[in-house]
């Protein structure tokens, strides 16, 4: 994310996403940035001072047990959505304020 983003991440990440906001430690907190707990794991989200655009392929997946509902609220709060390419498991990427994709799937979502 850019230098001064953290509002915007904590929209999208705890309030559109549902993640849980946790302390960076304290000789990190300089750097900018915020951390959320995503099921156990940390999701790390840094500040980049230059940043060339946005990549098309690297992205980074969250499992969501209630995909459907997942997807209606985020079209609902404006938040860019596409299905991508046809994959054996259900799943839908979306796009941080920064431009970061992000796959969002169901976990054991086999379709039929």
């Known amino acids: 994310m850019p230098e001064g983003g953290e509002a915007a991440a904590r929209q999208f990440y705890g309030g559109h996403l549902g993640l849980r906001e946790i302390t960076k430690p304290e000789w990190l907190r300089g750097r900018g940035g915020l951390w959320f707990d995503a099921g156990g794991l940390h999701l790390h989200v840094s500040v980049e001072k230059e940043r060339f655009g946005p990549d098309r392929q690297r992205h980074f ?7 459907e509902n997942l997807k209606v609220r985020l079209r609902a709060a404006g938040v860019r959505i596409e299905d991508g390419p046809p994959a054996p498991w259900k799943r839908f990427f ?19």
């Open 61 to 67: 997946g969250l499992g969501c047990g209630d995909l």
């Open 94 to 112: 979306t796009y941080d304020p920064f431009g970061n994709r992000i796959e969002i799937h169901q976990p054991r979502g086999l379709r039929a």
